[in-house]
């Protein structure tokens, strides 16, 4: 059993100890393992990279809300619908098409029942036109509004319901 002194020596010693500046990590050289024992080796699973994939493509879209609409822009200083969803998936490292014509080509076709956020909507409002928008979940989707002139959220209605051409699925 420890005496009262030596364990508030013990303290002491405890109390002095300081977290490094910075952490370093170093190869152990020739580590011993066991005959069957395999390399420690840690991967994401798939769902799990893909739900933070598509937090960061949603959330690069939330901050470009209220960016001015015009169309053929693809700048943060103005932008269409087809380059909001390019920017957005290019924070998660997804390289896409341009135009909403090559967009709604890639992809997994899906269901509108089975909608999940990231998801991108298309829709035909004229003959001639074809408008891409990312859905955010609760009902709502974020695109480049020709209407509003700029990025914005929008809730889904029985509108946007009767012109929805198509659903692809990314990620």
Same mark, same amino acid.
């Given at each position: 059993? =420890?005496?009262?002194?030596?364990?508030?020596?013990?303290?002491? *010693?405890?109390?002095?100890?300081?977290?490094?500046?910075? =952490?370093?990590?170093?190869?152990?050289?020739?580590?011993?393992?066991?005959?069957?024992?395999?390399?420690? !080796?840690?991967?994401?699973?798939? +769902?799990? /990279?893909?739900?933070?994939?598509? !937090? =960061?493509?949603?959330?690069? /879209?939330? %901050?470009? &809300?209220?960016?001015?609409?015009?169309?053929?822009?693809?700048?943060?200083? +103005?932008? +269409?619908?087809? *380059?909001?969803?390019?920017? /957005?998936?290019?924070v998660a490292g997804l390289e896409l098409p341009r135009t909403t014509r090559e967009l709604a080509k890639i992809g997994e076709k899906v269901d509108r029942a089975s909608l999940r956020p990231g998801d991108l909507l298309f829709y035909r409002w004229n003959r001639n036109r074809l408008? &891409?928008?990312?859905? %955010?979940?609760?009902?709502?989707?974020?695109? %480049?509004?020709?209407?509003?002139?700029? &990025?914005?959220?929008?809730?889904?209605?029985?509108?946007?319901?009767?012109?929805?051409?198509?659903?692809? !699925?990314?990620?």
């Amino acid at each position: 059993m =420890l005496s009262l002194e030596s364990q508030a020596q013990s303290f002491d *010693a405890k109390a002095s100890l300081k977290l490094a500046e910075s =952490l370093e990590f170093r190869p152990i050289e020739n580590p011993s393992r066991g005959e069957h024992e395999p390399p420690v !080796r840690l991967e994401v699973a798939e +769902d799990v /990279a893909n739900s933070v994939a598509m !937090r =960061l493509v949603l959330s690069t /879209a939330d %901050a470009l &809300v209220g960016t001015p609409y015009r169309l053929g822009g693809d700048s943060y200083d +103005d932008i +269409d619908c087809s *380059a909001l969803v390019q920017k /957005a998936f290019r924070v998660a490292g997804l390289e896409l098409p341009r135009t909403t014509r090559e967009l709604a080509k890639i992809g997994e076709k899906v269901d509108r029942a089975s909608l999940r956020p990231g998801d991108l909507l298309f829709y035909r409002w004229n003959r001639n036109r074809l408008h &891409v928008a990312m859905y %955010a979940g609760n009902n709502e989707i974020v695109h %480049a509004s020709p209407n509003a002139q700029q &990025v914005t959220r929008t809730r889904l209605n029985s509108d946007w319901n009767r012109r929805l051409v198509s659903v692809r !699925r990314l990620i």
